[in-house]
């Protein structure tokens, strides 16, 4: 269906991880929700040029509710209107607290709105001006108008589902391929395991394929998804220590040092709740005193410029700026403990699970 | 180690599951932390005489944190007297608002509170007193005395774990066994799900062998543990719709007809986090105006006798206190959809597992 070697799909916003996967026999899709359409433009044609007609896939946010949803979406410029000036004050008093100077320039172009028709619209277009093979949609099953484009151009439509009637939601929309997502994934996620929800998804949306995501870095997880069900795996959080992955410095150091204890579900980087290494920054979110995370896109509006101001920071040795630096990963954080070039990661994950399926044969025998 | 033949333990507080597992070819744990010592004797003996030799085992508390702890425990008189009014009133509060008649008898015997050196310490006493095979600690590494009095008596040492950290914790305690146990398990559980953990464990603890547990009630289950490095699974809530278990009606109903996503962490019936069915009552004690549940042992003081009028209330049709009624599962209750014997759950675990390994070898070769 995929037209790949091996049924391993690594989400990425980085193009050189997207382009190493599907080198290395996987498929490679670009996260493109924050991306304008130029950026995305120049990306594709750059991950066409690298990986020679391999197929690769893009993957956005189609979320059914969000602040504006009833107009068709709200642009940078309307959601900065919309910031509550209680919210505006408390991260500009946070990033006092913490060292992060204030901005000299004028507020930046807002990545990551790109949520709305009006928003993905000009990024749909790009897309399917190129030869990929798979469309998923994050976050909202995907409309009939999306899901007609993509069969038209001959890709696979994928949707991310955090619970079982997320699943048969998006297979009744015609849907080609399931992705089940555990909570312990990186990013928006439910509450329901991989463990529970696989099975569960597998069985419900039959005869519809599964992959399975969250908690799956090393080839015993593959094997894992697999004995579950799944036809193959998704996985994001395991690319983010590779040689290729552009993750921030600062932030690259804290999942190599963290354990899987160290994630936390919390709604403060875009207003749904998503998994991420636990910091100063998300327990500064939870403080009862403080203000709860605005809805999407608005918090995504109000914490975008501020994150880059905390990263920058954190690169002075000694910031307290380091304490609050924090980026979307899931609970396999605890097992990347060192910089690997992409291709190793998914040569190991495939040969460790061919030595687990081994392994499991001989207990049969 | 076990001597099993099939590598799946099941965790039961009723003794007729405990003794058809064993039976069918697993091995049965009994959880006794409840138990009257003069209770636990008669079950063990009733459990030795259906079993004619095979092995079973049993399951107590053994928590370091706990109210009293400073003074080697405290007894139900002394637990009751340590109770806020606050608390007390708002119990009452909210069994009157949903239709529960005040008690009209007196206090019953509490259970649950044979927590400390003081409450387990005769019922060690009864168990190994027993020809049990396996001693497990599901909560806190087992005190030094314990492992060897176990071991004097030729009983395996097991002991629960949520986190790596805890794991070695147990290791190092000579612990002979660890359940690894996912978030998604019943009961008192952690934060890090089955997939991540037990690949974790596993490679920290090696070579002490290591079950899983969270999210296992069926073959494609036991295969991604086994998958993931366990020897074997560690299993509970799956029991609980069989036709052996002792689960109250209304919950009973309840879990047949629940999904995956219907479950919670809440400290609302033992003070520490577990998993349970989410209902009126957990939600009234997440509510930010109601009181934050008590530590251990006192929040089961104030809730055991409570929750036994909600549950004889609970069997008149139409009684509010349906609502509130709940117990202790894991997300595998979305997949108990109808009640079987225990022997036929375990045998079908067996073969959905040998046909999955099947299905995986077929995917290698």
């Known amino acids: 269906m995929l037209g790949v070697e091996f049924p391993i799909c690594a989400f990425s916003h ?27 433009q120049s990306e594709l044609a750059w ?7 391999k197929p690769f896939g893009v993957d956005l946010l189609l979320p059914p ?42 507020p930046r172009a807002l990545g990551g709105l790109n949520i709305s028709p009006k928003g993905y619209e000009p990024l749909l277009e790009v897309t ?70 696989v099975p569960e998804v597998v069985d419900a949306v039959a005869p519809v394929p599964v992959l399975a995501a969250g908690g799956i870095a090393r080839g015993r997880q593959v094997a894992a998804a697999l004995a579950l069900g799944a036809e193959g795996v998704w996985c994001g959080s395991v690319w983010l220590t590779t040689e290729e992955a552009e993750t921030v410095p600062v932030v690259k150091e804290k999942f190599l040092a963290a354990s899987s204890s160290d994630t936390v579900r919390s709604r403060s980087m875009t207003g749904k709740p998503a998994r991420m290494l636990r910091t100063a920054w998300t327990d500064e979110w939870e403080r009862p005193e403080n203000p709860d995370p605005l809805g999407m896109p608005l918090q995504t509006a ?16 000694g ?47």
């Open 14 to 40: 980085c193009r050189d991880v997207v382009a190493a996967v599907t080198n290395a026999g996987g498929l490679g899709v670009l996260g493109a929700v924050a991306h304008s359409p130029e950026r995305l």
């Open 47 to 53: 991950i066409e040029e690298q990986t020679g007609g």
């Open 65 to 106: 509710k969000y602040v504006g949803a009833e107009r068709g979406g709200i642009d940078a410029k309307q959601a900065r209107e919309l910031l509550p000036e209680e919210h505006r004050a408390f991260v500009d008093d946070l990033l006092a607290r913490y060292g992060v100077a204030p901005s000299a320039d004028p």
């Open 128 to 197: 399917f001006a190129h030869n990929i093979r798979l469309f998923a949609s994050a976050l909202g099953p995907p409309p009939a108008d999306v899901v007609e484009r993509a069969h038209d151009k001959g890709a696979v439509v994928a949707a991310l589902a955090g619970t079982t009637e997320h699943a048969r939601r998006h297979a009744a929309a015609g849907v080609d391929l399931i992705v089940a997502q555990g909570t312990e994934a990186g990013g928006h996620t439910g509450e329901v395991a991989t463990m529970v929800l």
């Open 302 to 317: 109000l914490i975008t410029e501020p994150q880059v101001r905390i990263n920058q920071a954190a690169t002075h040795p």
């Open 319 to 365: 910031s307290a700026a380091r304490e609050l630096a924090t980026y979307f990963v899931g609970q396999v954080v605890g097992s990347l403990d060192r910089v690997r070039p992409t291709r190793a990661v998914v040569l190991d994950m495939v040969e460790e699970f061919i030595d687990t399926v081994g392994r499991l044969q001989g207990l049969v025998d």
